[in-house]
């Protein structure tokens, strides 16, 4: 079993629309929860941190933290094309262990 | 530039040749990591520091990749006797780990390797 599972998509919106991804981990102790987008060929570029349970909003971005079901969740409000990337969700824990999922590829249709 | 630079970006190399990276992180962040990414994959951890300790290193890294990282400024990844197998986009990322748990790590742009 992965640490970090993510359905690889890919996952269509139309435009406007908000997109939700959904991302599960295995170990119960796990203390950050990272979101990250990746755009074909560039680097990951950090959206949002999550450290305890509850929603976190950032703009368009709100991230939902359940560590009862260890399952984090990123909601994409008012989706553009431009959001259209691959969407890492990472957890750490232990204070040294760092595990990202496989990513769920996004595309938002105009 | 404030951001996580990588040297070089681009590398091509034959199989047995040996080949080493370099990574300059925030100038005020503690932390860097290297990470590897394949294909459809999310980046996979190798190795971290703190400042200039190296804290922990990936069982999947074998003996024949070492990283160090002198006074805790830049840090080279070194690969001895390359193969195939380790053709990938080679990521260094820091972070300013004030409190443990919020380690909000930042990017390179990598270092894509080619093994032939």
């Given at each position: 079993q992965k640490e970090v599972e993510q359905n690889s998509g890919p996952l269509s919106v139309p435009e406007g629309a908000i997109a939700s991804?959904?991302?599960t981990y295995s170990d119960r102790v796990?203390?950050?929860?990272?979101?990250?987008?990746?755009?074909?060929?560039?680097?990951?570029?950090?959206?949002?941190?999550?450290?305890?349970?509850?929603?976190?909003e950032d703009g368009r971005f709100t991230a939902q933290?359940?560590?009862?079901?260890?399952?984090?969740?990123?909601?994409?409000?008012?989706?553009?094309?431009?959001?259209?990337?691959?969407?890492?969700?990472?957890?750490t824990y232990n204070f040294n262990k760092f595990y990202f999922g496989s990513g769920t590829k996004l595309n938002v249709k105009p | 530039d404030t951001g996580v630079s990588q040297d070089p970006r681009h590398k091509i190399t034959k199989r047995g040749q040996n080949v080493t990276f370099r990574c300059d992180p925030i100038s005020e962040h503690?932390?860097?990591?290297?990470?590897?990414?394949t294909l459809g994959q999310g980046p996979e951890f190798l190795t971290y520091f703190q400042n200039e300790a190296q804290l922990e290193k990936s069982r999947?890294?074998?003996?024949?990749?070492?990283?160090?990282r002198p006074k805790g400024s830049f840090s080279t990844l070194e690969i001895?006797?390359?193969?195939?197998?380790?053709?990938?986009?080679?990521?260094?990322a820091s972070s300013l780990a004030e409190a443990a748990a919020?380690?909000?790590?930042?990017?390179?742009?990598?270092?894509?390797?080619?093994?032939?």
């Open positions: 991804l959904n991302c796990s203390q950050s929860f990272f979101w990250y987008r990746q755009y074909s060929g560039k680097s990951p570029e950090l959206i949002m941190s999550i450290y305890s349970n509850g929603d976190k933290l359940n560590k009862a079901s260890q399952y984090v969740s990123l909601l994409i409000r008012d989706s553009q094309p431009s959001d259209s990337a691959t969407y890492l969700c990472a957890v | 503690n932390r860097l990591y290297w990470y590897r990414q999947l890294l074998s003996d024949r990749f070492s990283a160090e001895q006797r390359t193969e195939q197998g380790d053709s990938a986009m080679y990521l260094c919020q380690d909000e790590q930042y990017f390179g742009p990598g270092t894509r390797l080619t093994v032939t």
